[in-house]
């Protein structure tokens, strides 16, 4: 069974950075997306941005600009950069695979990002 494992997060002051990463425990076949979601309390889980295979992304709009994902050569982990953070940015973030086969999506365990004002 596949695992994510996530890494990063934590508490920073608005205007901060932090760094966000998410390993796969393999190598993961017939990925679609790998991507970010948050979910704040009291509010559903929303995208927060993706990335295919091939280097496309798409970015939620509240966080163009500020936040960067990318993924490494052996597509096996994903990061998220995430630059000029602001309170509204204060979320439980989770990775999230998503396959053209079944099993269709794998997540991760989530991690806290807090920022204060």
């Known amino acids: 069974q596949v695992q994510l494992v996530q890494s990063g997060g934590g508490l920073v002051q608005a205007g901060g950075s932090l760094r966000l990463s998410c390993a796969a425990s393999?190598?993961?076949?017939?990925?679609?997306?790998m991507s970010w979601f948050r979910q704040a309390p009291g509010k559903e889980r929303e995208l927060v941005a993706r990335?295919?295979?091939?280097?496309?992304?798409i970015y939620a709009d509240s966080v163009k600009g500020r936040f960067t994902i990318s993924i490494d050569n052996a597509k096996t982990t994903v990061h998220l950069q995430m630059n000029s953070l602001k309170p509204e940015d204060t979320a439980v973030y989770y990775c999230?695979?998503?396959?053209?086969?079944?099993?269709?999506?794998?997540w991760g365990q989530g991690t806290q990002v807090t920022v204060s004002s």
């Open positions: 999230n695979v998503n396959r053209w086969t079944r099993p269709d999506t794998y």
């Open positions: 393999e190598r993961i076949s017939s990925i679609h997306w």
């Open positions: 990335i295919n295979t091939g280097g496309d992304t």
